[in-house]
């Protein structure tokens, strides 16, 4: 029978997700506006024109980094 929920950990903080979760899915999800934010997955940089194709495992490190502009 196919996972229906993992677990990741978003900034830090353990989350349950649906299973099967791309990136961007997951960004719609959190209401995390995409034009400003770099995806970090599992220590690894995730291009923003990835982020509809990869894959989001169980017990994934994701870092949310919000650019924030400012002077």
């Excluded at 903080?13 to 970090?40: C, G, M, S």
């Amino acid at each position: 029978m196919p996972q229906e929920s993992i677990r990741v950990y978003i900034n830090g903080e353990p989350h349950h997700l649906p299973a099967r979760q791309t990136v961007a899915n997951l960004l719609a999800a959190l209401n995390v506006p995409a034009e400003r934010v770099a995806i970090e997955l599992d220590k690894t940089l995730i291009r923003k024109r990835e982020w509809e194709s990869t894959l989001v495992g169980d017990g994934a490190q994701v870092e949310i980094v919000e650019f924030v502009g400012g002077g």
